[in-house]
């Protein structure tokens, strides 16, 4: 058994082949006219792959587990001699993949994954913006792509394919309304994807989910989802800023989101992405600083001086000074007393309650916003605000 056995494509055996045969990841990359951190990504991944079934000679490990288990970690029974000088016993000496090594190990796995991806040709650019200090900034909240919901349990039905149309109506709409800019900031605000398994719970507590089918029907509906707002974002606005932060339902998809936006769209010049490797965003323009997070890790209180120690050269330049948070799943404008150089905004989503909020007493009217800002650090900005419609 080799490496050879664990590749999925033709394109990963033969960067595996010649890296079996000792090349380097610079002469692969020449030889087969692939990017070289492809080439790394692509055999981190595979070696990866192989590892989680047991395999790592270099590491002693050669014993492959059956296709539907997982390594947890691993138990080795350690032999001394009974007269051992360091008083040494025989026994066992146990490991265990905590979850910061599992999202790591999926953080390369997405890597590798966005390596293959085929870039897009840029989109047409239809604005004709002559506002040269106002920008736009779109929080999308908690979209939670993959919910299922039943109408006579909570007094909505929700699926996939009500999700792809109801956001695609509301969304042009709020566009069509919106005054035009040349900058445009879209925000995820984390959980994009309902859950971030294929056993249907969130990673780090594991929760059950109501999902609406298999993970890879609900994966494809959000990236086409995504792709779908980027591109009017694109066709309306000159310049179109990503922002992505994952949230606790997709720690994992919510990180291979941002990466696969950014290898799609890495061909379009007006477009860029932040993919949400760290959980603390943030933008600035003019005298405008923004902080972006899903609102989880980090108690909205301490927003204003968790921008104050990570961007203090930001917070000296600026005069306005502002948090766009999800989680919460409604509007909540904040004004801290002892913060007064910032605000703290969580935002609104379309989805419905879920069974389990459904059955908690929690609810908020559903739709979702744009706010127009002044790069000259003027307040408060303009807001644009667009209601989930019975018709959608």
Known sequence: MTLLDFCNTERQEMIIDLHLKGLA???????????????????????????????????????????????????????????????????WIKTNRKIVDQLADAQVVVEAMAAEVTPCQPVVYKGN???????????I?????????????????????????????VFTRLLARAPDTEVCVLFNSGDFFHADNIAGETSRSGHKLDLDGRPGYWMDAGIRIMQMMIDMCLTKYKEVHFINTPGNHDDILGVALGVFMTRYYEKEKRFSCQPGINPFQYFERGHVGLGFAHGHTCKLPSLPGKMASDQSEMWGRVKYRHWFTGHVHHNQWVQWKEYPGCTVESVGIIPPKDAYAHGAGYGANRGTQLVIMDDRGYMPPDRYTESVQATD
Request: hydrophobic share 35%; glycine share 10%.
């Open 25 to 91: 990841s610079r002469k692969i990359s020449k030889k087969l006219g692939i990017d070289d951190a492809g080439v790394r990504a692509v055999i981190r991944k595979v070696k990866l792959t192989a590892a989680d079934a047991g395999y790592a000679p270099e590491f002693g490990r050669t014993h492959v587990v059956p296709a539907n288990q997982v390594i947890s970690g691993y138990s080795d029974l350690v032999r001394y001699p009974d007269d051992d000088p360091f008083g040494r016993i025989t026994g």
């Open 129 to 139: 913006s002559k506002q040269k200090h106002h920008f736009t900034v779109i929080p």
């Open 141 to 169: 909240g908690d979209p939670h792509i993959g919910l299922r919901t039943w109408s006579k349990e909570v007094g909505e039905d929700w699926d996939v394919p009500i999700a792809k149309r109801v956001y695609e109506r």
